[in-house]
């Protein structure tokens, strides 16, 4: 296919080359040991400008096709020919674009684990919105909070920001149950202090 049509969204200094675009997911699916699924990939390098959402979405079905990525519980990972395309040919892409892949794929597997081993549910009510939300340590339940909030918008960002880190919002709350007000704030950062 001409690349000129696959070139729409990507930022100087992308790449709209398939060859390059295949050796920056295989670099980048090395760099993540979980794997990562096709649509993630596509998404990391289209939102990050790097290259063109369906140019990435094909480069994925030609490294199947060809062998060098395989499907393992949902999550593309590297073959041994995989690997060698990831360690040999790394240095043929800008720094500045691995830096940059390498960043966005570790926290799209870091949200993608988030979700598999914790939930947030929202669910409509009579006075707006709640969101549900459950960090569980392998498999067993650890907290579960419910936040009522007015509009669907809100619920949506509790939601990304609960599934973003649900490690820290487990910590944040023992804290509170656990601690005094003043150990509490000598621990918070100064621009929550600030607030107070």
Same mark, same amino acid.
């Given at each position: 296919?001409?690349?000129?049509?696959?070139?729409?969204?990507? /930022?100087?200094?992308?790449?709209?080359?398939?060859? $390059?675009? =295949?050796?920056?997911?295989?670099?980048? @699916? *090395?760099?993540?040991? &979980?794997?990562?699924?096709? *649509? $993630?990939? +596509?998404?990391?390098?289209?939102?990050?400008?790097?290259?063109?959402?369906?140019? &990435?979405?094909?480069? !994925?079905? /030609?490294?199947?096709?060809?062998?060098?990525?395989?499907?393992?519980?949902?999550?593309? =990972?590297?073959?041994?020919?995989?690997?060698?395309?990831?360690?040999?040919?790394?240095?043929?892409?800008?720094?500045?674009?691995?830096?940059?892949? !390498?960043?966005?794929?570790?926290? +799209?597997?870091?949200?993608? $684990? %988030?979700?598999?081993? %914790?939930?947030?549910?929202?669910?409509?009510?009579? %006075?707006?919105?709640?969101?549900?939300?459950?960090? =569980?340590?392998?498999?067993?339940?650890?907290?579960?909070?419910?936040?009522? !909030?007015?509009?669907?918008?809100?619920? /949506?960002?509790?939601? /990304?920001?609960?599934?973003? %880190?649900?490690?820290?919002?487990?910590?944040?709350?023992?804290?509170?149950?656990?601690?005094?007000?003043?150990? @509490? @704030?000598?621990? #918070?950062?100064?621009?929550?202090?600030? #607030?107070?």
């Amino acid at each position: 296919m001409d690349n000129n049509a696959f070139s729409s969204g990507i /930022e100087p200094g992308g790449l709209t080359d398939r060859n $390059q675009i =295949k050796i920056l997911i295989c670099y980048m @699916i *090395k760099c993540v040991d &979980s794997g990562l699924t096709a *649509k $993630q990939t +596509a998404e990391i390098l289209s939102l990050d400008g790097l290259a063109n959402y369906f140019e &990435s979405l094909q480069a !994925v079905k /030609e490294l199947e096709t060809l062998g060098h990525i395989s499907l393992s519980d949902g999550l593309y =990972k590297l073959s041994k020919s995989g690997e060698r395309i990831a360690a040999e040919l790394d240095t043929a892409l800008p720094i500045t674009v691995r830096e940059k892949a !390498v960043r966005s794929a570790v926290q +799209a597997a870091r949200i993608y $684990q %988030n979700c598999k081993d %914790n939930s947030a549910v929202i669910a409509e009510t009579e %006075n707006g919105f709640e969101v549900t939300c459950e960090v =569980k340590d392998r498999g067993h339940l650890m907290l579960r909070s419910v936040i009522a !909030v007015p509009d669907r918008l809100q619920a /949506e960002m509790i939601k /990304e920001s609960f599934i973003k %880190n649900p490690a820290s919002i487990y910590s944040a709350t023992l804290l509170l149950y656990t601690e005094s007000k003043d150990d @509490i @704030i000598a621990s #918070m950062p100064d621009v929550l202090k600030d #607030m107070i």
